[in-house]
């Protein structure tokens, strides 16, 4: 396949490594010092984007892929406001676009495990639930976008929870959403029930970007062809 990785940082650079190894052309890696050369891209040299960046760029360069017809996987974070707009176009295009807060496939599996253990524990309202992301310190957005997942898997199966919050002391109708940044932490993810008897904890610990960069890799192998708005749940059929 013909790649072009938008951005190109630690996400870019793992996500390279993994697509040659697999077998694929890196056709164009785009950040912000050679943006006519994506602009000059057209039709018949990419087979899929991979888009990697920052979240004051991410909705403008999917907008961007989409408005000349390359079909897009997404892992930037920290952009959701703007996320039904470029789904709207997807759709309008006749376009593929492919988003996920995550793409390991462990944390699909632990996005799968939150919610059944949330509909486990709701009826057991002694306990109280939080979730708690820890990622290194270049880290540009906070709350980390699979921490907002985690908390959407909570909020949709325990009774009376209605949004996150950050950093802050929860409402009754609030899952808290704790934050930190240290060193040089890939991305780990806690979710924890607490009562006054005793205590449950789920967390994913990654060890590197490699899980990320493969799934990525491996939405971007899978969209070829398809038209719409997809995630790691269709992918790995979850
Ligand atoms: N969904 C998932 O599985 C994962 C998501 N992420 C998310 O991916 C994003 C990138 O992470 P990471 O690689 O660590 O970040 P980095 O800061 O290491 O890299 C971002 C890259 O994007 C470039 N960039 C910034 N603006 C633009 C633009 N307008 N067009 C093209 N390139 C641009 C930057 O260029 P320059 O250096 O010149 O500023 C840099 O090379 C973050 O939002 C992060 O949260 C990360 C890991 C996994
Ligand atoms: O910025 C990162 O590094 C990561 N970002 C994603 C997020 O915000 O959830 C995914 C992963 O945890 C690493």
Redo the contacts with the bound molecule.
Sequence with gaps: MNIVL???????KVIEKIALDRGHQIVAR????N?QDFDALTLSQVDAVIE????S?AF??VKACLEKGFPVVC????WLENKPEVEALAIEKGGAFFW?????VGVNIFFQLNKMLAKLINPQKQYTVSTTEIHHT????SP??TAITIAEGLIENLDGKEKWINNEIPAENEVAIWSAREGKVPGTHIVKYISDIDQIEISHVAHG?QG?AL??VLAAEWIVGKKGVFGMDDLLAL
């Design positions: 938008l951005g190109y940082g630690k996400m870019g785009i950040d912000v010092n943006r990697f960046s920052h979240p760029s403008q360069n892992g930037t974070t920290g996920s807060s995550n793409y390991s270049e880290k540009k957005d980390s976008g970007r990320f799934g990525a």
